[in-house]
């Protein structure tokens, strides 16, 4: 079993900068594949992020390419999500996700076997 804790949410103006952490319990961590969705109102939830369980491969949403960097600290069972140059869109729940299954990233949420309860984000113009 894990369990996952989200924190750094919050309320930013656009063109501001936040750092989502994830942190995970369990022993299954180091060796699973890490993702971020969000889901705003109304929408259904998407893919943002994603990392591979040893950190050297990344997949990034066209949305989010080039102004969010994902990255993982296995020592700390810890998933980072840092956001640059946020937009209005950019406002929603952000979720980290655990996959267990070892095959890389997968951008499908229904995939990924654990989940954070989720963290707000709001992006002010």
């Known amino acids: 079993q894990v369990q996952l804790l989200e924190s750094g949410g919050g309320l930013v103006q656009a063109g501001g900068s936040l750092r989502l952490s994830c942190v995970a319990s369990?022993?299954?961590?180091?060796?699973?594949?890490m993702g971020w969705f969000r889901q705003a109102p109304g929408k259904e939830r998407e893919f943002v992020a994603g990392?591979?369980?040893?950190?050297?491969?990344?997949y990034y949403a066209d949305s989010v390419k080039g102004r969010f960097a994902i990255s993982r600290d296995n020592t700390k069972n810890t998933v980072y999500l840092q956001m640059n140059t946020l937009k209005p869109e950019d406002t929603a729940v952000y979720y980290c996700?655990?996959?267990?299954?070892?095959?890389?990233?997968?951008?499908?949420?229904?995939?990924?076997?654990?989940w954070g309860q989720g963290t707000q984000v709001t992006v002010s113009s």
């Open positions: 990392i591979n369980w040893r950190g050297s491969s990344t």
């Open positions: 996700a655990a996959d267990r299954t070892p095959v890389g990233v997968r951008t499908i949420s229904e995939t990924y076997d654990y």
């Open positions: 369990g022993r299954t961590f180091s060796t699973s594949s």
